[in-house]
């Protein structure tokens, strides 16, 4: 390895036992104060039913030191958004300021009851009202909810707005026979899956060889008159525009079904396209992708839901609205108003509203990340983010072409696709070259993702990388493509730099290891890590 290219230092890596390993009988992480009450037989507090007899429920016996620097070495380990480029495909993992995270943790906000009243909350619904106010013009959509609590919610509940429209439209009886959803083979699994729970029956469109949605395909999906709708990704999952987006709604409008964008891919578009404008109906962004929630890891997520005035009478209800009149004998503490005298107040009086898809208004500490992203960029920062994002991804496209196979000729939106046709011919594929780029201190890309690729490798570099990077990131690419042919073992045996080399990922995903139990877990691991 060339080690100009590789962002990989020397660095202490202790041979770390597990926590229970380092056990030692005695030891302890804390001191407690001389008994000073009768000592009570543990039967007495404790019925015998519930009382465990493995002693202590085979806790670790560790000292304060043992647990923090145990805990402080394997953090190291870690990979994470703030240590380097983190490309993977489809997940939007950008750098997000940390002011961000601050306004999230202001104190007002941030331990502000779920059910305070109106009046105690105007603040935090004033957030809120903003925010929706921002989305609704970065989406040309203004009809909002930021009830939904991640991207495939978010999908739902589009979809049952579409649902409950049809059947206002139509009448019960006919609508029934509108229950398809059509859903390109390119598409996230689970815009299927939210399609599905909403009562729809899913078809798939066809991609042409150029990686769009083929049209003659949806015409034909789009004959049979059942067609309730689409939920088209755009860009799709391959990275790429759908450049017919104005012929596609005005075909599935046309055969009176409605469309769903799936604008998890929002961070390609913000600030220079607006969904709207093309003639989507509805739409749900995700907060934790593009608006500074860090996406993956667990937390929460939001997805905000974006749709035509049409439809906002489907919408979740509560809303939060503003209601510009002081004097309203129902209006909260007059001490609490804006300067214009208007007031925040939650909706419920939408009768054909959906319902509640989420306890209290949404996930909130997202809400206030994503506010505080939209004003410290500001409309022109969004645009410039977005530019970048797209800038990036078409660079790394550019210097990877003469190395890897680019399955799809259009220049790419926010990430870009290639596959391992070439290393292939040496054997050496994909999830070998995903495992080699750790060895140059890379976090992998995405791989085997979208489906419809075989041998997928989708690289989203986001805004938040620089250049000295992205020449980084590429030339590591370019030196595992020529290790592929000059020494394909070295690559079929990455990584080589980690403290465990390659996993059987099939055995781990099969026979997964969870709990630790004294007796068996060194031989298990070991098996696991030796095969
Ligand atoms: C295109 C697309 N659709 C749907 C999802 C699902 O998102 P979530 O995990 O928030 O439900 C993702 C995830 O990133 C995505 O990229």
Redesign the pocket.
Known sequence: MDSNISKVTAHISHNEALIFERSRPGRAGFMLPPLDVPESALTEIIPAQFQREDDLAGMPEVSEVDVIRHFTRISTWNYSIDLGLYPLG??TMKYNSRLNEKVARIAGFANLHPLASEAEAQGALEVIYELQQHLAEITGLPGISLQPA???HGEMTGVMIIRAFIDARDGKEQSANRRTMLIPDSA?G?NPASAHLSGFTVKTIRSTAEGLTDLDHLRELCSHGDVAGLML?NPN?LGLFERNIQEICRIVHDAGGLVYM?G??MNALVGVARPGDMGVDVIHL?L??TFSTP?GGGGP?S?PCCCTKELAPFLPVPRVVRVASATDASTPDSRLQTPDSSVFRLDFDFPQSIGRVKAFLGNYGMMLRALAYVLTHGYDGLREATEAAVLNARYIAHGLISDYEKPFEAAPMHEVVFTDKRQARKGVHTLDIAKRLIDYGFHPMTIYFPLIVSGAMLIEPTESVGRQELDQFIEAMRSIAREAIEDPELVLNAPHTTRIGRLDEAAAARKPVLRWKPAQVDSELRTIASV
Request: hydrophobic residues 15%; contains cysteine; charged residues 10%.
């Open positions: 489809s997940c991640a991207c495939a996230h689970t990704t999952t799936d998890a891919n995700n934790h992708k996406h997520g997805g």
